[in-house]
């Protein structure tokens, strides 16, 4: 049973940020109000796509806290990469500092790239679990820089 409370609270903690950030820009956001570049998707896709990648995160993390392979180093990277997709919403919709969220999800991808290969050195599944996390992001990265050259 400990170990279903330790999955539960690694997967609720990335959900729970995200759905409060959702919250602080969802009067903020105009997605659909901008030129957007090719293949950018729908504004369903992106909540139920976020969902996966915070639950695949918090799996990852409940992975290595369940094996104790969760110390601070790999907290530091974790919550440090947490905080810097957190505020990337915050920047990019609230602020609509489009240039500067293109310099700030670049961040995101390297400190997801350290993150990747610390959770892999400690546990394969944990680090191959967040691979997709990268793949998204970096196209988010496109649809940034894209969205900021066709809005400016």
Do not use: C, E
């Not at 409370?5 to 729970?16: G, R």
């Not at 109000?33 to 909540?47: G, W």
């Not at 695949?56 to 094996?67: E, F, R, W």
């Not at 959770?119 to 940034?144: C, H, M």
Request: charged share 10%.
């Amino acid at each position: 049973m400990k170990k279903v409370l330790v999955y539960i609270k690694s997967i609720l903690i990335p959900v729970f940020i995200g759905g409060i950030v959702g919250l602080i820009i969802s009067k903020n956001i105009d997605y659909s109000n901008l030129q957007k570049p090719f293949l950018a998707p729908p504004s369903i896709l992106f909540p139920i796509v976020w969902t996966i990648l915070y639950i695949l995160m918090g799996i990852s993390v409940g992975i290595l806290k369940s094996k104790n392979l969760f110390d601070s180093s790999t907290g530091k990277i974790y919550y440090t990469q947490l905080i810097v997709n957190a505020l990337w919403s915050i920047f990019f919709f609230t602020f609509k500092w489009r240039l500067f969220s293109f310099f700030w999800i670049i961040l995101l991808i390297l400190l997801v790239i350290s993150m990747i290969k610390k959770f892999y050195s400690k546990n394969k599944i944990s680090g191959l679990l967040q691979i997709p996390y990268l793949i998204w992001i970096i196209f988010a990265a496109y649809l940034n820089l894209g969205t900021y050259f066709l809005n400016k």
